[in-house]
């Protein structure tokens, strides 16, 4: 099977959630985003990405896990094959994400959905990306599946200090564990960091249903972020993730308290450039016509201060090039995801990336 896109072909590219409805309207005004790139003419830039890489498992099975779907002989027919082509299109979009305003391509890219260190170590090693070195640090958790988080660095660009896994605790809302929360502190380009990947409870059996395990993640991701900060007021904190709730869902906008208002952020654990974005019509996964956000990246006020020396916030982007979407039929303008149902349609994900541009 032949890859149906020349990655090379493209390039990546920034969207403000301003220009969706400036085109719905046929407004021919300029963006306000074209003057913040001049004001910023000779600015340093960095990028901070996350993806979710929608079921990346090693074709071999884990005994310890419910993996057998995703194996040469389970209901997908995950074969060695099909793993390279899934390898080779993860690595076409990693190796494009920021590179509109950063070459060398996003410094540190959180991803969700990885089975182990093979999967990564495949990904990283692929031509399109063994240029730039990339790192990875992940932990084995307990979800079922055995599906993880994990960070991918550039060690030029960031230095890993140390990292752990968080448990999250889901049994007073009647689960188990899920998904640990990926906490890991570095040096990126100067400035002490702390990157704190997630990926939050799905929404099966229902959103309302579902929603008490979301806001028991969200306090747990809450709680570790007071923590860092009681320690080190003024700390440089992301959180970043697959969230399964949008940005103004009650555990994002309520528990995690994530303000949009930038004025706001200064009382707030952490700042939401995403709220605007899913207002406006932006997403990054389809469902029965729906767009939602569940892919986030929000940042602690320091990001926003304007103290020489330090990075600050300059933008987010949903990534969702043209090659990125289906092509036609009822599912037209949706993610194009690896299967359909049990298929293998030499796709993508169901999730477009995100990513936020920091600059000094």
């Known amino acids: 099977m032949e890859a149906r896109h020349s990655c090379l072909s493209y390039t990546s590219a920034t969207f403000d959630p301003m220009y969706r409805r400036i085109l719905a309207v046929g407004l021919l005004w300029s963006l306000p985003i074209s003057l913040s790139a ?19 498992f090693n074709p071999a099975d884990n005994p ?17 094959e099909v793993f390279r082509q899934k390898t080779g299109n993860m690595a076409c979009v990693l190796s494009q994400l920021g590179t509109d305003l950063c070459p060398e391509g996003a410094s540190v890219i959180g991803v969700c959905e990885v ?17 730039r070195h990339y790192r990875f640090i992940r932990f084995d958790g307990p979800d079922k599946r055995g599906i993880n988080v994990a960070l991918i660095y550039r060690p030029d660009a960031f230095r890993m200090l140390q990292a752990r896994n968080v448990p999250v605790d889901l049994r007073p809302a009647g ?6 929360i990926l906490w890991v502190t570095g040096i990126l380009r100067g400035d002490t960091v702390h990157l704190l990947v997630n990926h939050w409870p799905s929404r099966s059996g229902g959103e309302a249903e579902s929603a008490p395990k979301r806001a028991l993640a969200a306090a747990e991701a809450k709680q570790l972020i007071a923590t860092i900060s009681s320690k080190q007021p003024g700390a440089r904190i992301i959180l970043m ?120």
């Open 38 to 56: 001049q004001t910023h003419k000779g600015s340093l830039f960095t990028a901070i990405a996350f993806y979710n890489l929608e079921n990346f």
């Open 64 to 80: 310890d896990t419910d993996d057998e779907d995703f194996t040469t002989t389970g209901s997908h027919r995950y074969t060695e």
């Open 175 to 180: 689960g188990g564990f899920t998904r640990d």
């Open 241 to 360: 993730g697959d969230l399964n709730d949008d940005p103004v869902s009650p555990s994002v906008a309520k528990v995690l308290g994530a303000t949009s208002r930038q004025d706001k952020a200064g009382a707030a654990l952490l700042y939401n450039p995403w709220v605007s974005f899913y207002e406006n019509g932006y997403g990054t996964l389809c469902h029965n016509d729906h767009w939602n956000l569940f892919d986030q990246i929000l940042l602690s006020p320091a990001w926003l201060s304007t103290e020489s020396g330090h990075w600050q916030f300059y933008k987010a982007a949903v990534f969702d090039k043209d090659f990125l979407k289906t092509r036609s039929g009822r599912y037209r303008g949706y993610p194009h995801r690896s299967y359909n149902g049990n298929r293998w349609i030499n796709g993508y994900s169901d999730h477009f990336p995100t990513i936020v541009y920091i600059t000094r």
């Open 115 to 131: 089975e182990d260190d093979y999967v990564l170590k495949s990904l990283v090693s692929h031509p399109l990306l063994s240029g």
